[in-house]
């Protein structure tokens, strides 16, 4: 079993829709959580950190469940430049787990 | 530098040759580390530094892989009778420290061939 499990789509949704997508880490030593984006042969980037609060950025909203073990990102208003693969990350101290990434294409 | 370098951008090598990939870290990050992403998977550890020391390096496959960081600064992955299961893009990574976060290279994609 992965240590950091995503479905990894492909979704499909169209301009404007609303999409989440879901992650389960099994370390339940992890600290800190984040979600990457990655575009067709580029580089990860960072999109969000994660916290048990919850927290949002403009059209992305990122959850933390620390007793489920589970993360959360959602998108609002998909627009067509979102299409990219987005990386769910744990971490300890200073290494990063990263799940396989989901796949979201955003259609006209 | 603005960024994180590194250098090749793409390497195509014949098995059983020796690679060495270059990374350039953020001026002034303590911390740099290297990570290996095959097709349709996420990126997977594979050594920390933290200044010239490798703090970490439990995510090297095997012997053949090996990496210095000889002056805290630019860091270099040596692959020795490299193997088509070789191929990959190799990202590097470094942050002001130890558990900032991360700032990646575009990467060196290699491809044995």
């Known amino acids: 079993r992965k240590e950091v499990e995503q479905d990894p789509g492909p979704f499909n949704v169209p301009e404007g829709a609303t999409v989440a997508f879901n992650c389960t880490y099994s370390?339940?030593?992890?600290?800190?959580f984040f979600w990457y984006r990655q575009d067709c042969r580029k580089e990860p980037k960072l999109l969000m950190s994660v916290y048990s609060s919850g927290n949002e950025d403009g059209r992305f909203t990122a959850q933390l469940n620390r007793a489920s073990q589970y993360i959360s990102l959602l998108i609002r208003d998909s627009k067509l430049s979102d299409s990219a693969t987005y990386l769910c990350v744990a971490s300890g101290t200073y290494k990063y787990i990263f799940g396989t990434g989901t796949r979201l294409k955003v259609l006209a | 530098g603005a960024g994180v370098s590194q250098t090749p951008s793409n390497k195509v090598t014949e098995k059983g040759k020796y690679v060495e990939l270059r990374c350039d870290p953020i001026s002034g990050h303590t911390a740099l580390y290297w990570y290996r992403q095959s097709l349709g998977q996420g990126p997977e550890f594979l050594i920390y530094f933290q200044g010239t020391g490798a703090a970490d390096d439990s995510g090297l496959p095997n012997d053949r892989f090996f990496a210095v960081r000889p002056e805290g600064s630019v860091s270099t992955l040596k692959i020795q009778r490299t193997e088509r299961g070789d191929s990959a893009v190799y990202l590097c990574?470094?942050?002001?420290?130890?558990?900032?976060?991360?700032?990646f290279g575009s990467g060196t994609r290699l491809t044995v061939v």
């Open positions: 990574a470094s942050s002001l420290t130890k558990g900032d976060g991360y700032t």
């Open positions: 370390n339940s030593a992890s600290q800190s």
